[in-house]
Every structure is written in C-alpha cells, then in structure tokens.
C-alpha cells in the first residue's frame, strides 16, 4: 500500500506561483507514474498534470505555467505553478499509480485572490 502527503497549498495573488509537493511512503516500489488532479469548487475532480516513464502530461489550461516533475529514488513529486489564475483555486490532489491501484493523498487548498 502506498500513503501519499501533500503539502504547499496557500493563498496567492494572481500572476504569483506556488509550489506542492507529494511524498510517498509505503510500498512504493510498485509506482509507474505520479500526477497532479484538482477540483474546483462545484466540480469534479480533474488531471491537471501526470507524469510516467514517457514524460509529462498537461491539461491544457496550465501548459506553460504548470510543471511537474518527479524524484524516483525520494519518492516525491512537486508541481510548480507560476502565473496563477483565479480559476486555478481549487484542492490539489497528489495520486500514484500502482497497478492494479491508485493512491490519493488528503489534498492541499490552493487559493488565488483576483
């Protein structure tokens, strides 16, 4: 089983940037790929950005603001969000892919004020 922590989220103006990251911890041996889901107020929750042994993966909305990037041997990955949106407010969710299973961290608040 593998446990994942987020941490990073705050409040920011826009056009600043913030910084998440995710820890794994567990069984962490089995994780193929790593990425970034959010879900804004009265949504769902949705792929922000994804990364596997193929490279990243973005939504289209944050592609060239957002990067993800991945520490195999600490098991960690970061997003790093420049130029923030107040669109992009929503609650960051760090997952790691293990087939058959996908684990979820509890999810950091970003917010960004107009």
């Known amino acids: 089983q593998v446990w994942l922590v987020e941490s990073g989220g705050g409040l920011v103006q826009a056009g600043g940037s913030l910084s998440l990251s995710c820890v794994a911890s567990g069984g962490t041996i089995c994780i193929s790929a790593m990425g970034w889901y959010r879900q804004r107020p009265g949504k769902e929750r949705e792929l922000v950005a994804y990364t596997n042994i193929t490279g990243p993966t973005y939504e289209d909305s944050v592609k060239g603001r957002f990067t993800i990037s991945r520490d195999s041997a600490k098991d960690t990955a970061a997003l790093q969000m420049n130029r923030l949106k107040p669109e992009d407010t929503a609650v960051y969710y760090c997952?790691?892919?293990?087939?058959?299973?996908?684990?979820w961290g509890q999810g950091t608040q970003v917010t960004v004020s107009s």
């Open positions: 997952s790691a892919e293990c087939p058959p299973r996908v684990a």
